[in-house]
C-alpha cells in the first residue's frame, strides 16, 4: 500500500492468505465471473418509474464501457471519485467500473451537503463527483455547481439523469478499450467513511482482499446463496447494507440485489412480496417501524422473506423479541463498523442469545480485545473498550497519520470506541460508548465537528454537543450553547438554521438547543459531557410527567 495509508504488516498479510481469508480477487474480475458463468441471471432490480432488471451480463458490460469512458475522461488508477447516488442501479455501474480501473470510489451519503461534500472532494483531491440530478427533491447539480467553485482541482461532475450544466454519465463515450493492469488483491479498493469523532469524518481505505473476505464471511454467517434476494432499503453507501451481507455479498454470492428508493414499509413490503426478497438489513428505528406495521396486519405477503439483519445502533432487547413473531422470520443483529470488524448473531443461535447480544466476529482470526482506561486485558464478563484487530480491520485511517497514533495501538489494534462486555460464548454486548459521537438510530453524528459549526455563529462563546435519550431514534442531538457576553438574544431556531445553511446533513443539525452560563467541569476542567448527558434526560423525564 502507498503511504497515504498505514497497510498489513506482512507477516499479518502472510498470515490472511495461508488461512485462506485472503483469495487474491478483486471486485472487477469476481463481477466478470459471475457474468461469465451465468449471464442471464438478473443481478440487480431498479424499481423507480419503470422497473429496470439488469443481468451480471450487463451490468459487467455496462462497467466495462465505462471504465473505458472514465479512462477516456483522464480517470485513472488511484484516483478519487466521490460518488455521492440514492439507491439506482447506475450506482452499481459506477462503483464496478471505478473498481475495473482502480479509481477508488469515495462512498458519500445521499443526505451530505456542501460542507461535507466539499471537504471529501479537497481532502481526497477528486478528480470526479458523481451525483444524481434530483433526488427526494434535492437538486445535486446546483451542490455539485457550488462545490466545483470551491474546489477547482475537481476536474468532471457527473450526473445521472439530466445533467445541467454538468457532464451526463450516459454521454460518457463508451467506446471499449481494453482497461490497463487491473488492481492488485492488496490494493485499496475505495474509501469508506467513518462515523467518527472528530471535527472532519475521517476516511476509511479498504483493500479488495480484505473486504472481499468480509463479503465471504458473511454470506456464508447470514446463508446468503445464489438463490438469495437481499433488499437494500438503506443508503447503498453505507458499510452495513453494502457488505453487511449487503449488496455486494448478494453479488459475490450471484444472487439478486433489490433497490428500494426509501425504507419504509409502503414502499418495502411490496418489493418484498413481487421480488420474493429473503433478506434485508435495517437500522433500530426501521426495525421497528417495519415491525409495528406487520404486527397492525399488512395486505403484502412478507412470507419469502427469511433473514431481517438489524444493526448500526443498540436494537433493544424488547424490540428484538418482535420481531419474529411480526415479521416471520429469523433476527440476525449485526454489530459492525467501516473500519473492519462486524460481527452477527449466528442463525443457530438460541432465541435469548440473538435478542441479548450483538453476536460475534466473523472471522476466528478478529482479534477481541476488552481493555481498561490504560489498555489493560479484562476479565470475560468485565465492561470495557473495545480494541481489535483482524483481517478485514483497517490498520489507519487514510492521510491521518497524527489522527493513527492515538486510535490504534503501537501493535495495530482499533480503538473502537465502543464500551462492550464478552458472554463467555465469545459474543459481544454493547454496553455503551466512549467515543464523542451521538448515535442517532444507526446515523452518526461527531460532537466535534457540530460544535465547530456553532463556534462558527458570533454569538457563540462556547458549545458542547450530547447525546439525549430518545424513545424512536435511540439517541437524539441536544446541543449546549454558552453566549458571549453582550450578545443580543438568539434563539434555537435562529440557531438551527445558521446550522443548517453552513449545509450540512439534516441529521446533524441539533435537535435541541439548551443555552447556560456556564458548562459543568470535570475534576481536572474540561467540560462533563456526562453531566450535560445527565441534565438532559432528567429534564426530558420531568417533562413527561
Ligand atoms: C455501522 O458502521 P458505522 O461505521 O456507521 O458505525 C460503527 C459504530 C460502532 O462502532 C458502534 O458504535 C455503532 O456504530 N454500532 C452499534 C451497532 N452496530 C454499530 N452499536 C450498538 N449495537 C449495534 N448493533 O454502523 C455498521 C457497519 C457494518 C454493519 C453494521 C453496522
Redesign the pocket.
Known amino acids: 500500500m502507498s503511504t497515504d495509508a498505514p497497510g498489513y504488516p506482512p507477516e499479518f498479510a502472510a498470515r490472511y492468505r495461508a488461512a485462506g481469508w485472503w483469495r487474491g480477487e478483486t471486485f472487477g474480475r469476481m463481477l466478470r465471473d459471475r457474468a461469465a458463468a451465468h449471464p442471464g441471471r438478473i443481478a440487480i432490480v431498479d424499481p423507480a418509474g419503470e422497473t429496470r432488471r439488469w443481468t451480471y451480463g450487463e451490468l459487467d458490460e455496462r462497467a466495462d464501457r465505462l471504465a473505458a469512458g472514465l479512462l477516456a475522461l483522464g480517470i485513472g488508477k488511484g484516483d478519487r471519485v466521490v460518488v455521492q447516488l440514492p439507491n439506482v442501479a447506475e450506482f452499481f455501474e459506477v462503483v464496478f467500473a471505478l473498481f475495473r480501473i482502480g479509481a477508488l470510489p469515495v462512498f458519500a451519503l445521499p443526505a451530505h451537503r456542501d460542507s461535507e461534500i466539499r471537504h471529501f472532494c479537497a481532502f481526497t483531491e477528486a478528480a470526479a463527483y458523481v451525483v444524481q440530478d434530483v433526488a427526494e427533491g434535492y437538486d445535486y447539480r446546483e451542490l455539485a455547481s457550488r462545490v466545483r467553485a470551491d474546489v477547482p482541482g475537481l476536474r468532471h461532475v457527473l450526473v445521472v439523469g439530466d445533467p445541467g450544466e454538468h457532464t451526463a454519465l450516459a454521454g460518457v463515450p463508451r467506446d471499449p478499450v481494453p482497461v490497463p493492469d487491473e488492481p492488485e488483491p492488496h490494493e485499496l479498493a475505495f474509501l469508506q467513511l467513518?462515523?467518527g469523532s472528530t471535527g472532519v469524518p475521517k476516511l476509511i481505505p479498504r483493500t479488495h482482499d480484505d473486504y472481499i473476505y468480509s463479503l465471504r464471511g458473511s454470506n456464508e454467517i447470514c446463508r446468503v446463496d445464489e438463490h438469495s434476494v437481499y433488499l437494500c432499503a438503506l443508503p447503498a453507501a453505507?458499510?452495513?447494507p453494502l457488505?453487511?451481507p449487503g449488496t455486494l455479498g448478494a453479488l459475490y454470492a450471484g444472487a439478486r440485489v433489490v433497490l428500494a428508493p426509501r425504507p419504509s414499509p409502503d414502499v418495502a413490503f411490496p418489493l418484498i412480496e413481487r421480488e420474493r426478497v429473503t433478506l434485508t438489513g435495517l437500522v433500530p428505528p426501521l426495525a421497528l417501524v417495519w415491525t409495528e406495521a406487520a404486527a397492525a396486519g399488512t395486505p403484502y405477503d412478507l412470507s419469502s422473506l427469511d433473514v431481517l439483519l438489524v444493526?448500526?445502533?443498540?436494537?433493544s432487547e424488547e424490540a428484538a423479541r418482535r420481531v419474529r413473531p411480526a415479521l416471520g422470520c429469523a433476527l440476525q443483529?449485526?454489530?459492525?463498523?467501516?473500519?473492519g470488524l462486524?460481527n452477527y448473531t449466528r442463525l443457530d443461535d438460541p432465541e435469548e442469545t440473538v435478542v441479548t447480544t450483538?453476536g460475534r466476529p466473523i472471522s476466528p482470526d478478529d482479534e477481541i480485545r476488552v481493555v481498561d482506561d490504560e489498555d489493560n486485558d479484562l476479565p470475560v464478563g468485565a465492561t470495557g473498550h473495545l480494541l481489535t484487530r483482524g483481517p478485514y480491520t483497517i490498520r489507519g485511517y487514510w492521510r491521518a497519520p497524527e489522527h493513527n497514533a492515538t486510535a490504534f495501538t503501537a501493535d495495530g489494534f482499533y480503538r473502537?470506541?465502543?464500551v462492550v462486555r464478552l458472554t463467555e460464548t465469545g459474543h459481544l454486548v454493547?454496553e455503551g460508548?466512549a467515543k464523542d459521537q451521538i448515535?442517532r438510530g444507526?446515523e452518526?453524528v461527531a460532537a466535534e465537528e457540530i460544535e465547530n459549526h456553532l463556534l462558527a455563529h458570533p454569538a457563540v462563546h462556547d458549545a458542547a454537543v450530547v447525546s439525549m435519550p430518545d424513545t424512536y431514534l435511540g439517541e437524539r442531538t441536544c446541543a449546549y450553547v454558552v453566549l458571549r457576553d453582550g450578545a443580543g438574544p438568539v434563539r434555537p431556531p435562529a440557531l438551527k438554521k445558521f446550522v443548517r445553511e453552513r449545509g450540512l446533513a439534516a441529521f446533524k443539525i441539533p435537535d435541541r438547543i439548551e443555552f447556560v452560563a456556564a458548562f459543568p467541569q470535570t475534576g481536572i476542567g474540561k467540560v462533563s459531557k456526562k453531566d450535560l448527558r445527565a441534565a438532559i434526560a432528567a429534564r426530558l423525564a420531568a417533562a413527561q410527567h
Open positions: 467513518s462515523g453505507h458499510n452495513f457488505s453487511s444493526g448500526g445502533a443498540k436494537f443483529q449485526v454489530f459492525g463498523m467501516a473500519e462486524v450483538q473502537t470506541g465502543d454493547v460508548r448515535n444507526g452518526k
